[in-house]
């Protein structure tokens, strides 16, 4: 059974930093590409950022392109999101998925596994 686990959610200030970061067991982590989604309050989950299994294809909402970089480390099992000029429409909860895909997918229904989420909040 797949496990994704978010941590390094809360709060901080516009302008502010943090690191989120999305635990896999249960599978081949390496094979997997990897995806960060976003839910606020009252709107749909949107796409944030993918990563190929070999973190060499990635893609970034146009939202978030150059403030957040995604990263992963298959020996940990493990894959990243750096949050930095962080704004307070960044506020939501953020998802980390599993897909089995060649290319990073930006559709959430092309992903076959999700955690929980961790709430990020951005004050002004």
């Known amino acids: 059974q797949v496990q994704l686990v978010e941590s390094g959610g809360g709060l901080v200030e516009a302008g502010g930093s943090l690191r989120l970061s999305c635990a896999a067991s249960?599978?081949?982590?390496?094979?997997?590409?990897m995806g960060w989604f976003r839910q606020a309050p009252g709107k749909e989950r949107e796409f944030v950022a993918t990563?190929?299994?070999?973190?060499?294809?990635?893609y970034y909402a146009d939202s978030v392109k150059g403030r957040f970089t995604i990263s992963r480390d298959n020996a940990k099992n493990t894959v990243y999101l750096q949050m930095n000029s962080l704004k307070p429409e960044d506020t939501a909860v953020y998802y980390c998925?599993?897909?089995?895909?060649?290319?990073?997918?930006?559709?959430?229904?092309?992903?076959?596994?999700w955690g929980q989420g961790t709430q990020v909040t951005v004050s002004s």
């Open positions: 249960g599978r081949t982590f390496s094979r997997y590409s």
């Open positions: 998925a599993m897909g089995v895909t060649v290319v990073p997918p930006q559709e959430a229904y092309e992903y076959d596994y």
């Open positions: 990563i190929s299994w070999s973190g060499v294809i990635i």
